[in-house]
T-cell receptor
Framework: GESVGLHLPTLSVQEGDNSIINCAYS??????FIWYKQESGKGPQFIIDIRSNMDKRQGQRVTVLLNKTVKHLSLQIAATQPGDSAVYFC?????????????FGSGTRLQVQP | DAGITQSPRHKVTETGTPVTLRCHQTENHRYMYWYRQDPGHGLRLIHYSYGVKDTDKGEVSDGYSVSRSKTEDFLLTLESATSSQTSVYFCATFPTGQGNEQFFGPGTRLTVL
């Protein structure tokens, strides 16, 4: 697959442990914050989003936390599995621009050790 | 996955040649996008379309043009390829009124020698 990022920060965890991936965002006016997962050789895949007026949202095995005071977003993955190995992007999304496009951060690589 | 296909999947070309990448979707999504992805960067928006024949520029549009003559097809053209356009190109679609999920194609790896 393609080289997603040669110098991405990397988080290495043991299978079964919980993972926490952190992100600092820049645009306080974003309406939503979204986490995408990108496996090697594939396009990004939506995981979970959180509206800007919320501070926590849970999905299946994932939880996203939003701290607007310090512009910080985190993704928690419970019981991390080898299939979770990928690059994770925090993404900003605004509805009031006509483009409805995503603004990607630079990404964090998650490596799950068996 | 919104039935998104990209063609070609890989291409090697020479500086100065024109290149066209194709994105095809089967889900009738209104919005379509072209992003590029380079090492050390997330995806960056090149151009987008909000309907047939309705397109606009993104943050890194210099050297690129797009066309959308049918809902299902979105073409990205490099009029005269340069080495700085060596990248992986992703197409995405976005259906309105169905949440915030954008769907991405598998990508096209373009190398400009």
């Amino acid at each position: 697959g393609e080289s997603v990022g040669l110098h991405l920060p990397t988080l290495s965890v043991q299978e079964g442990d919980n993972s926490i991936i952190n992100c600092a965002y820049s645009n306080s006016a974003s309406d939503y914050f979204i986490w995408y997962k990108q496996e090697s050789g594939k396009g990004p895949q939506f995981i979970i989003d959180i509206r800007s007026n919320m501070d926590k949202r849970q999905g299946q095995r994932v939880t996203v936390l939003l701290n607007k005071t310090v512009k910080h977003l985190s993704l928690q993955i419970a019981a991390t599995q080898p299939g979770d190995s990928a690059v994770y992007f925090c993404v900003e999304f605004s509805l009031d621009t006509g483009r409805r496009a995503l603004t990607f951060g630079s990404g964090t690589r998650l490596q799950v050790q068996p | 996955d919104a039935g998104i296909t990209q063609s070609p999947r890989h291409k090697v070309t020479e500086t100065g040649t024109p290149v066209t990448l194709r994105c095809h979707q089967t889900e009738n999504h209104r919005y379509m996008y072209w992003y590029r992805q380079d090492p050390g960067h997330g995806l960056r928006l090149i151009h987008y379309s909000y309907g047939v024949k309705d397109t606009d520029k993104g943050e890194v549009s210099d050297g690129y043009s797009v066309s959308r003559s049918k809902t299902e097809d979105f073409l990205l053209t490099l009029e005269s390829a340069t080495s700085s356009q060596t990248s992986v190109y992703f197409c995405a679609t976005f259906p309105t009124g169905q949440g915030n999920e954008q769907f991405f194609g598998p990508g096209t790896r373009l190398t400009v020698l």
